[in-house]
């Protein structure tokens, strides 16, 4: 939301001083100057990408835009959902969370959590971990490599888009000065026309470099700004899960599991302890409540 407001404070303040200080608009109006650097810029960057970096950067440009999902009340939320497998975990037996973890579109745990279980993205880390988790099989040592291992590579795949965005906006003004350059190249072929058409050659030449530099720093840049900002909080929260379960693995009890992951978190979305200490108290009597009434 705040990339579109920034995208309207810049269009305005550009676009309206221009006209304050006396400028027409329709002189900025060159079609075939969009057309000129935007394909070209297109154009190279699917030359030096792949198909799958243009794909990720389809997938990833309109979440751009969109407000990020990972708030103070989904953390909270994920932290009650990974006290609730992890302390069921502890009294019962990791075996007892087999079921959750294999079909969690039918297990009353995560059907508590809606929030979580629509990202995909979330439910495929807990459960890849969880499931490792009950096999037994392998190390806290092992089971923390193989997650920044993954992490990483999740990481590095999130930011082709990014790093694609930030290629494109540093040559966007050049391919601007590549229109100007054809612009005044086609003034000079009219030196014989008389000097208010040479003039009007010449301010039209001009506004490719205007737009280059327009469209790579007000708009290019900021996107891929806010695709970097979603990038990193999409490995916060993993960083958050990987703590809390590593905690878990090394013995620590749920509630100071969950301690752990608090503190990976930024401190604009992190709650406090006692916010937590709150939220985990009434998952447990809540829980103590549902398993009295059945």
Sequence with gaps: MFILIGFVIVFLSVFGSFVALGGHLGAL?????FVLIGGAALGAYIAAGSGKSVMLLMQALPLAVK????SKDLYMELMALLYVLLNKARREGMMSIESDIEDPLSSP???QYPSILRDQHLMDFITDYLRLMVSGNMSSFEIETLMDQDIESQHDERFV?????RTVADALPAFGIVAAVLGVIKALASVDQPPAVLADLISKAMVGT?????IAYGFVAPLAGSMERRSVASNKVLECIKVTLLASMNGYPPPLAVEFGRKVLYSHLRPSFM??????RQVRVEGKASKSQS
């Excluded at 888009?161 to 965005?165: Q, R």
């Design 109 to 111: 745990i995560f059907a």
């Design 67 to 70: 407000k990020n999902p990972y």
């Design 161 to 165: 888009p990014v790093t694609a965005l």
């Design 275 to 280: 916010e937590l200490e709150d939220h985990v």
């Design 29 to 33: 109006y060159q079609p075939f100057e």
């Design 210 to 214: 205007f737009l280059g530099i327009l």
